[in-house]
């Protein structure tokens, strides 16, 4: 059975995860997450469950608030990841309350919502740390990282992204918190063909490189990530910032401080920003690692 975290701890204003199973510190359940994005209470299933278990985690889950009124289950086991309604309405699209700010999310179309909750205190730090500064967010998605520098005052935000529509979500999400889009600009380029477009809205105070692990054709991050980090030279002002993301639970903390000692000496690593206390993980490292980063050429 899972247990909940106690309701009178959780703000159902703001969305959250509330439960991580996929961090396997719960051997019978790491097959399962659990999503408040309210006003739906998303399962997520990486395996098949019975429907006995299901009818029982929403005889819970509609005890944790009042404000629920969809409970879904999305199956990732499944061809297309389809979701399906398991209690109260219909719902497709709704908005996602993150630190004030606000995000279109869309279910069962496509295997991810739109925002990713373990990047949840990434975004925080990004917001406190984008005043007056002109700010690169690669492999930018739907540009969660962009509306929160923008509401942190950054002077410009450039969103880079081979993927086309991902872009245009973005677009609808800064429009969504009312942010001037003449502060933003949208690059649906491949990066790693794309510098030369990139450096002309540079140089950048703050980088942010969040990318996939692995997309067939695209990506493969343990070969690609030195690609990106021996550009960085190029991109950055002194003293500028650069926030390092790593989502690979077969990569830890170390392969990236590998990396950059080996690509760019020049950047001095400062610490690593912790994911929310719910992603608990049985083996450290395997998580989402966000890593935080000051380019220092002269020093």
Known sequence: MIEYI??????????????????HAYPALSHVN???????????????????????????????????????????CRKFAPCQL??????????????????????????????????????QWVQTHSDNKRVLNLFAYT???????????????????????SLSKGRENHRLNQQDLNKVAFEGVDIFKSYGRLKKH???????????????????????YKKIIRRLPELMSDQGDILLCLNSPELSDAFLLAEVARECPACEFQYQIETPSVFKEAHLGKGLKCLYFIYKPTS
């Open 6 to 23: 106690a309701t009178n701890t959780l703000d159902f204003n703001e969305s959250q995860r509330l439960f991580h199973g996929r961090g």
């Open 143 to 165: 540009c969660a990282f962009s509306v929160a520098a923008i509401a942190g005052g950054a002077s410009k935000v450039v969103n880079v992204d081979m993927s086309k529509s």
């Open 34 to 76: 659990v999503d408040w994005l309210a006003p739906v209470i998303l399962i997520t299933l990486y395996q098949e469950v019975s429907a006995d278990w299901l009818t029982e985690q929403v005889a819970q889950l509609q005890k944790l608030t009042d404000k629920c009124q969809s409970i879904q289950v999305q199956y990732r």
């Open 202 to 224: 540079g140089p950048y105070q703050l980088l942010i490189a969040d990318p996939p692990s692995f997309q067939k054709g695209s990506v493969d991050i343990a070969k690609d």
């Open 86 to 123: 398991l209690w109260g309405k219909e719902i497709t699209h709704l908005t996602a309350v993150e630190h004030g700010l606000k995000y279109h999310i869309q279910l069962g179309k496509a295997q991810n919502s739109g925002l990713f909750l373990d990047m949840r205190n990434g975004r």
